[in-house]
């Protein structure tokens, strides 16, 4: 069973930085597609960034600002997060993309007061 794992959030002025980690366990394959997303209260759930064979995509808010990266020695996905605003306050959730299944880790929460 593939369980995920994130870490790194917090509360982090605006302007300011922080970087998300996704630990994955079980067996995955590297060459399936992970990604990061994020729920605000009262919001639908938006992408934030993925990343599938070395070709990243991001969220239009967050182009330039954000950057994913994947460590598959390690079997982790980081989300560097730059240049933080209020609107970026969230519960930032990694995913994995299986062959019949997406796996969701629990969330970490991201606090950039205004």
């Known amino acids: 069973q593939v369980q995920l794992v994130e870490s790194g959030g917090g509360l982090v002025q605006a302007g300011g930085s922080l970087r998300l980690s996704c630990t994955v366990s079980?067996?995955?394959?590297?060459?399936?597609?992970m990604a990061w997303y994020r729920q605000a209260p009262g919001k639908q759930r938006e992408m934030v960034a993925a990343?599938?064979?070395?070709?990243?995509t991001y969220g239009d808010s967050m182009k330039g600002r954000f950057t994913i990266s994947r460590d598959n020695a390690k079997n982790m996905m980081f989300l560097q997060m730059n240049s933080l605003k209020p609107d970026d306050t969230a519960v930032y959730y990694c995913?994995?993309?299986?062959?019949?299944?997406?796996?969701w880790g629990q969330g970490t929460q991201v606090t950039v007061p205004s």
């Open positions: 079980g067996t995955i394959s590297n060459n399936n597609p």
């Open positions: 995913k994995y993309s299986g062959t019949f299944l997406d796996f």
């Open positions: 990343i599938s064979g070395g070709r990243t």
